[in-house]
Protein backbone atom coordinates (compact mmCIF):
# COMPACT_ATOMS: atom_id res chain seq x y z
CA UNK A 1 0.00 0.00 0.00
CA UNK A 2 1.27 3.53 -1.04
CA UNK A 3 0.07 6.25 0.77
CA UNK A 4 0.25 10.21 -1.04
CA UNK A 5 -0.31 13.36 1.45
CA UNK A 6 0.02 16.38 -0.56
CA UNK A 7 0.50 19.69 0.64
CA UNK A 8 0.50 23.76 -1.06
CA UNK A 9 -2.33 24.34 -2.26
CA UNK A 10 -4.26 27.71 -1.77
CA UNK A 11 -6.13 30.46 -3.39
CA UNK A 12 -3.39 32.76 -5.68
CA UNK A 13 -3.86 35.58 -7.82
CA UNK A 14 -3.31 34.86 -11.50
CA UNK A 15 0.33 36.02 -12.48
CA UNK A 16 1.44 34.01 -8.79
CA UNK A 17 2.80 31.25 -8.02
CA UNK A 18 2.20 28.02 -5.56
CA UNK A 19 4.68 25.41 -5.02
CA UNK A 20 2.67 21.73 -4.41
CA UNK A 21 4.18 18.97 -2.87
CA UNK A 22 3.50 15.05 -2.83
CA UNK A 23 5.51 12.76 -0.02
CA UNK A 24 5.37 9.13 -0.71
CA UNK A 25 4.66 6.69 2.41
CA UNK A 26 7.30 4.02 0.84
CA UNK A 27 11.17 4.16 0.10
CA UNK A 28 10.52 2.43 -3.69
CA UNK A 29 9.44 5.93 -4.21
CA UNK A 30 12.35 6.44 -6.26
CA UNK A 31 11.65 3.28 -8.69
CA UNK A 32 8.39 4.52 -9.95
CA UNK A 33 7.17 7.51 -12.58
CA UNK A 34 5.18 10.13 -10.70
CA UNK A 35 2.62 12.44 -11.92
CA UNK A 36 0.44 15.25 -11.15
CA UNK A 37 -2.97 15.93 -12.59
CA UNK A 38 -5.25 18.26 -12.13
CA UNK A 39 -9.83 18.22 -12.43
CA UNK A 40 -11.43 21.63 -12.70
CA UNK A 41 -15.40 21.51 -11.84
CA UNK A 42 -17.42 19.79 -15.30
CA UNK A 43 -14.36 18.76 -16.61
CA UNK A 44 -12.53 15.22 -16.58
CA UNK A 45 -8.98 14.82 -14.62
CA UNK A 46 -6.20 15.68 -17.58
CA UNK A 47 -2.05 14.93 -16.50
CA UNK A 48 -0.40 18.31 -15.96
CA UNK A 49 3.08 16.84 -15.97
CA UNK A 50 5.23 13.30 -15.03
CA UNK A 51 8.55 13.09 -13.88
CA UNK A 52 10.17 9.39 -14.76
CA UNK A 53 12.30 7.56 -12.16
CA UNK A 54 15.37 8.31 -14.00
CA UNK A 55 13.98 12.36 -13.90
CA UNK A 56 13.18 12.79 -17.07
CA UNK A 57 9.94 15.10 -17.55
CA UNK A 58 6.84 15.92 -19.70
CA UNK A 59 3.85 17.98 -19.89
CA UNK A 60 0.74 19.35 -20.83
CA UNK A 61 0.87 22.05 -23.58
CA UNK A 62 -0.78 24.10 -21.14
CA UNK A 63 1.87 23.71 -18.44
CA UNK A 64 4.55 24.30 -20.70
CA UNK A 65 6.82 26.90 -19.67
CA UNK A 66 5.09 27.38 -16.69
CA UNK A 67 5.29 24.70 -14.38
CA UNK A 68 7.82 22.63 -13.24
CA UNK A 69 7.88 19.12 -12.18
CA UNK A 70 10.72 17.31 -10.08
CA UNK A 71 11.58 14.91 -7.34
CA UNK A 72 13.53 14.28 -4.41
CA UNK A 73 13.91 10.89 -4.12
CA UNK A 74 15.66 10.99 -0.37
CA UNK A 75 12.49 12.53 0.85
CA UNK A 76 9.95 10.49 -1.02
CA UNK A 77 8.63 14.11 -2.35
CA UNK A 78 7.46 14.93 -5.74
CA UNK A 79 7.20 18.75 -6.51
CA UNK A 80 5.36 20.95 -8.85
CA UNK A 81 6.24 24.33 -9.33
CA UNK A 82 3.66 26.62 -11.05
CA UNK A 83 4.51 30.21 -11.98
CA UNK A 84 2.44 32.65 -13.77
CA UNK A 85 -0.43 31.05 -12.87
CA UNK A 86 -3.70 31.85 -15.07
CA UNK A 87 -7.69 31.80 -13.57
CA UNK A 88 -7.92 28.17 -15.70
CA UNK A 89 -5.55 26.88 -13.66
CA UNK A 90 -8.48 26.67 -11.00
CA UNK A 91 -9.10 22.59 -10.54
CA UNK A 92 -7.98 20.06 -7.43
CA UNK A 93 -4.83 19.05 -8.21
CA UNK A 94 -3.91 14.78 -7.37
CA UNK A 95 -0.44 13.65 -7.55
CA UNK A 96 -0.16 9.67 -8.66
CA UNK A 97 2.12 6.76 -8.89
CA UNK A 98 1.28 3.87 -10.32
CA UNK A 99 2.77 0.49 -9.33
CA UNK A 100 2.29 -2.59 -11.77
CA UNK A 101 -1.33 -2.20 -12.02
CA UNK A 102 -2.64 -0.12 -8.85
CA UNK A 103 -3.24 3.28 -9.39
CA UNK A 104 -2.19 5.52 -6.38
CA UNK A 105 -3.77 9.27 -5.81
CA UNK A 106 -2.87 11.52 -3.11
CA UNK A 107 -6.00 13.11 -1.59
CA UNK A 108 -6.42 16.26 -3.66
CA UNK A 109 -5.20 19.97 -3.50
CA UNK A 110 -7.69 23.36 -4.37
CA UNK A 111 -5.49 25.66 -6.22
CA UNK A 112 -7.88 28.58 -6.73
CA UNK A 113 -6.24 31.44 -9.31
CA UNK A 114 -8.21 34.90 -9.07
CA UNK A 115 -8.49 36.94 -11.82
Known amino acids: QVQLVESGGGLVQAGGSLRLSCAAS????????MGWYRQAPGKQRELVAL???????NYADSAKGRFTISRDNAKNTVYLQMNSLKPEDTAIYYC?????????WGQGLQVTVSS
Open 96 to 104: NTKIGPENY
Open 26 to 33: RSIFSSYA
Open 51 to 57: ITRGGST
